[in-house]
């Protein structure tokens, strides 16, 4: 297995997958091979079914997750056992994801999850910029120091999703808020260094953990994670009338579709808007005398 496995990651790495998803792919395999107690070879496609099954009903597993289960699992079929891509796409066919809008908070609501209680300042500082930038986890984890580019109040993400670099919003505020920081810190490389390996960057898991406890001192829901603060980010700026594709371009989007998923925008808003029947004259409902 470990020979397959190498081989499945060299693969990916030749196609331009990210670590993550190198990582994520390769425990999957890792896992059927576990339930199997067989190498993925030896695993016909009746049992793929089963296990995609298994994991279904008895996990409980969400579909977004299966998805990304079954596209693990097609690659690994094609590119390492070279099965048939027909095959494959029979046996293995992809649950549709159900159609879910990103959950929010409003304005209020971040600031009083950006100034919760006990909150060290370091971590503090990581929630205000993942907010103000509207960073993925992984991006804000991996900046440096050398991405907070003043003189243009930019910051440049290094590598994000789809491996793609781009800028996005450094906002006054939130450029005193480094300054201040740095002072205290002084970091050297990571702008948020690992406080046990200084030379690493933070790991997504603290900076998740880091976000639930501001989330529960605030007396909020967790909604989705630290990842809220990127959709809230997104829908705030949409709602002060930001164009689309600007904010398409702040947001690392490949396919403009996904950020305009954030047009849903707060009930509150919809409500102000008015019908275009608030226009046109119509005649009363009420009987004629």
């Known amino acids: 297995m470990t020979t397959s496995l190498q081989k499945f990651i060299d693969e990916l790495q030749l196609r331009g997958r990210s670590p993550l998803t190198q990582k994520h792919y390769a425990r999957i395999i890792s896992a059927l091979a576990r339930h199997y107690q067989r190498p993925p070879d030896?695993?016909?496609?009746?049992?793929?079914?089963?296990?995609?099954?298994?994991?279904l009903r008895e996990r409980n597993l969400a579909a977004s997750t299966l998805v990304?289960?079954?596209?693990?699992?097609?690659?690994?079929?094609?590119?390492?056992?070279h099965r048939s891509i027909t095959a494959i796409?029979?046996?293995?066919?992809?649950?549709?994801?159900?159609?879910?809008?990103?959950?929010?908070?409003?304005?209020?609501?971040?600031?009083?999850?950006?100034?919760a209680p006990r909150l060290n300042p370091k971590h503090r500082v990581m929630l205000i910029t993942t907010y103000?930038?509207?960073?993925?986890?992984?991006?804000?984890?991996?900046?440096?120091?050398?991405?907070?580019?003043?003189?243009?109040m930019q910051i440049r993400v290094e590598q994000g999703?789809?491996?793609?670099?781009?800028?996005?919003l450094l906002s006054p505020k939130l450029l005193a808020a480094l300054r201040d920081y740095w002072r205290l810190y002084?970091?050297?490389?990571?702008?948020?260094?690992?406080?046990h390996y200084p030379d690493r960057p933070l790991t997504t898991r603290t900076a998740e953990r880091?976000?639930?406890?501001?989330?529960?001192?605030?007396?909020?829901?967790?909604?989705?994670?630290i990842h809220s603060l990127r959709h809230s980010f997104a829908t705030h700026l949409l709602e002060g009338g930001v164009d689309v594709i600007v904010l398409q371009r702040l947001l690392g989007h490949t396919n403009l579709a996904t950020t305009a998923g954030y047009l849903h925008v707060r009930q509150e808003h919809v409500a102000r808007l008015k019908s275009p029947l608030e226009l046109i004259e119509?005649?009363?409902?009420?009987?004629?005398?």
């Open 89 to 115: 796409e029979e046996a293995l066919p992809r649950m549709k994801a159900p159609t879910t809008q990103p959950r929010i908070y409003s304005p209020q609501e971040v600031e009083r999850l950006l100034n």
């Open 132 to 152: 103000a930038a509207g960073l993925r986890v992984s991006e804000v984890c991996r900046l440096k120091v050398s991405d907070i580019i003043s003189a243009r």
């Open 186 to 195: 002084r970091p050297r490389h990571w702008l948020f260094p690992s406080s």
């Open 282 to 289: 119509i005649s009363s409902l009420q009987p004629q005398s």
């Open 210 to 225: 880091v976000f639930n406890r501001a989330a529960t001192l605030a007396g909020l829901p967790n909604h989705d994670g």
């Open 161 to 168: 999703k789809g491996q793609k670099d781009r800028y996005t």
């Open 42 to 55: 030896q695993i016909s496609d009746d049992e793929l079914k089963q296990y995609l099954l298994h994991l």
């Open 68 to 81: 990304v289960t079954v596209s693990a699992f097609r690659f690994y079929y094609r590119h390492v056992l």
